[in-house]
Structure formats: structure tokens, C-alpha cells
């Protein structure tokens, strides 16, 4: 049986909602997947745990069919970081490293040394009409008085102030075994309520029931995290509140990285620059960042790839 992955609830009768999530088994796999083509350092492991569970968290309150993506753009060593959820809760992750990152490097040591990195959060509707652009919001890396924000839950904690003006609070832990995260948040406000005026006790900050939740959730240790079960921590948290939970959901590791998707890609780069490549290398190689599968095309294949399907030999055309 597939293990219960997601876990949210509501606070009965207060305007604060929450997830827990913790990525056991199929985050195992999604590591061995990438091991099999060369491991990434212990600590862009860990900070690709944090954004799978954070990837998830925030696709559970989304009311749409399609891809959430979480991307880091680095000034560090890690150039660039990415986390996809689907609406069915199917991730996969992958990070682009050009220098050597310690096994305790900080996040801003990874991704912020120089001021520059940013958070990309991108809503890819799966009905998006072609030619359109989904729905991106963009976030630097440090805070409103521009200091640096040292840890992933603060960067996607200032994206909801900021983007949905949403309180929230996120405590997020990742190990090569589990990913993990909690989160708490405000209520959004429904369409009648925003035609009224903010009552003083609902504006960002104010709410003293989310300040209260939210303060029990900080108190949560990152080994609390990783280690104790849905149905203990939350207890442990919110014994004194009345929490209604929502059946629980699973999430897996999938790579969405298609053989026909590779092919009509290469179809693209034309003749002279498959053959290019064919001549230095022998064949070509396709390789997916995410999982790590190798596409490989030789002579024939990229003969057929570029010969019309009217002009290709059917099954009549090859018997004597």
C-alpha cells in the first residue's frame, strides 16, 4: 500500500488553514534515480528535499489542473535549483551545480553569496491555451529591509506576504531518508469579504490566531520533523485546538521526460547540426536533468527522425 504522504487540516472555527507532508519512499527513489548518474553533494540534496515538500504544500491549496514549479537562480555554486508538483502530486527535482558546495553549506552560501539569487514560482495550467505564458511571480532572495534570508522557508514565507498577502508560517527538513514540511496559513479572504473593508484584527500580521498557531509551529525541532509520524506531531503541536483533518493523499516520484518529446526537440535542430554531432561524437546523447535517463540516437535513427512520415518505407516497402 502506498503510504499517506499529505496530511491537511483546518483549525475549526478560526481563519487558519495547514499541511504536513513528509516524502518517505518516493523520495528514496527519486535520489537513487539520480544516483545512478552521479549523486548531487550532501547539502543540494537536502535543499532539493526542502523544495519537493514545499512544492507539494503549496500545489495542495491550488484549486487548478497543471504543473506548480519552484525554481532557485543562484550566484553560487548552485546555479539553478527546480522542484515540479503536478496536481496529482507527482514531483521530481534537479539542480545545476558549477563549483564545489561543502557538505554544511548555508543557503546563502549555495545560492545567495553575491545578493542576486532569486524564487521563481510558476503556475503552468495544463489548459493554458498555446501561445500564452503561465502565471510566474518572482522574488529575490532577501527581505523587505534587504537582508539576506537564510533558508528556503523564509524565501516562500515573503513570496505569500508579498504575492497572495497570506500569513505564513513554513518549517521545512530534509535528509537523504525523508522530506518533510509543515505548513500554517491564513485563510484567503472570499470575494464578499475583499468588497468589505479589512476589520483590523484581519490584516497581515494582526491575526492573532494565526500568530498563536503559528508560534506553536515554530517550536517544531527539525529532527521532530523528520522523525515523528503525522497523527503524533500534529497532536503534539495542536493538543490544545480542534483540528479537522482531510484525507490524506500520496505523492510519488515521476518524471514527466517523454521519448517522443526528445525526438521531435531533436527534429528541431535540423539536419546539419545532428549530423554535426554525429560526426564528432559517434551518436547523440540526450540526457534528462530530472531522473537522469539517457536518450541515445545513431545514424539510422536520426535518418528516420528526419524523413517525412509519408516518405518512410511501411511494412510492404521492406518485403522481397
Known amino acids: 500500500m502506498a503510504s499517506q504522504d499529505l496530511h491537511r487540516f483546518l483549525f475549526d472555527g478560526l481563519p487558519v488553514r495547514g499541511a504536513l507532508v513528509r516524502l518517505t ?5 527519486a535520489l537513487d534515480c539520480r544516483a545512478e548518474h552521479g549523486a548531487y553533494p550532501q547539502a543540494v540534496r537536502a535543499l532539493l528535499g526542502e523544495m519537493a515538500a514545499a512544492g507539494v504544500l503549496m500545489q495542495a ?15 553560487g555554486p548552485v546555479k539553478l535549483a527546480v522542484a515540479e508538483v503536478r496536481s496529482d502530486l507527482r514531483f521530481r527535482a534537479t539542480s545545476q551545480v558549477i563549483d564545489d558546495v561543502a557538505g554544511q553549506a548555508t543557503f546563502e552560501q549555495m545560492l545567495n553569496p553575491g545578493g542576486g539569487g532569486r524564487c521563481a514560482i510558476t503556475l503552468d495550467a495544463s489548459d493554458r491555451p498555446q501561445g500564452t505564458l503561465p502565471y510566474q511571480g518572482v522574488v529575490p532572495l532577501y527581505g523587505d529591509q534587504r537582508e539576506p534570508l537564510g533558508a528556503l522557508s523564509e524565501v516562500i514565507e515573503h513570496y505569500m506576504l508579498q504575492s497572495e498577502q497570506l500569513d505564513t508560517r513554513l518549517v521545512l527538513a530534509a535528509n537523504d531518508e525523508v522530506a518533510a514540511g509543515l505548513l500554517v496559513q491564513s485563510m484567503p479572504r472570499t470575494a464578499s469579504e475583499d468588497r468589505e473593508p479589512f476589520a483590523e484584527e484581519q ?6 490566531d494565526f500568530n498563536r498557531i503559528a ?6 525541532s527539525r529532527e521532530e520533523l523528520l522523525s515523528l509520524d503525522a497523527d503524533t506531531l500534529l497532536h503534539r503541536l495542536f493538543w490544545q485546538e480542534k483540528v479537522l483533518r482531510f484525507e490524506p493523499r500520496s505523492a510519488r ?11 521531435q526537440m531533436l527534429t528541431g535542430l535540423g539536419r546539419e547540426e545532428l549530423e554535426a554531432i554525429l560526426v564528432e561524437q559517434g551518436r547523440i ?4 536533468d530530472f531522473c537522469g535517463r539517457q536518450y541515445y540516437f545513431g545514424d539510422d535513427d536520426v535518418e528516420e527522425l528526419l524523413t517525412p512520415l509519408d516518405k518512410q518505407p511501411g511494412p510492404s516497402d521492406t518485403l522481397h
Do not use: M, Y
Not at 25 to 29: A, D, F, K, V
Not at 253 to 263: G, N, Q
Open 25 to 29: 519512499s518516493c523520495w528514496r527513489e
Open 61 to 75: 491549496n491550488l484549486k487548478f489542473d497543471g504543473a506548480l514549479v519552484l525554481q532557485l537562480h543562484g550566484d
Open 203 to 208: 490584516r497581515i500580521g494582526n491575526n492573532e
Open 215 to 220: 508560534h506553536l509551529a515554530a517550536t517544531l
Open 253 to 263: 516520484f515521476a518524471c514527466s521526460c517523454d521519448p517522443v518529446r526528445v525526438r
Open 285 to 288: 546523447e540526450v540526457g534528462c
